[in-house]
């Protein structure tokens, strides 16, 4: 697969540029979805401006997908709905963790 250097430096800048954050998340964003959008419907333009029969291309992406969520599942179980706490630590008043 030949990818372009300039491609993979914006796919680079969109993934690593935003700190603490997971790659569904950031591929989940507005803002994100229509900077994608803009350079898809660019490349299009650029590819139908190279073509010598003008065939109508259709440049809409099926965005609708990106939102869906496809991570992992949570399990009700309900086992870690509350922290345990030694019980001499407890009570000595301030804890160090604010």
Sequence with gaps: IEVKLKEWDGFLR?????????????????SVISLL??????????EL????SPEELDTKMDL?????????????E???DEMEVEGGEADEGQSEFK
């Design 37 to 46: 959008e803009r350079n898809y419907r660019t490349v299009q333009a650029l």
């Design 14 to 30: 969109i993934c690593f540029n935003r700190k603490n954050k997971t790659l569904g998340s950031i591929f989940r964003q507005k």
């Design 49 to 52: 401006g190279k073509e010598d």
């Design 78 to 80: 309900g086992d870690d």
């Design 64 to 76: 609708s997908s990106f939102g869906d969520d496809q991570g992992m599942g949570m399990d009700d």
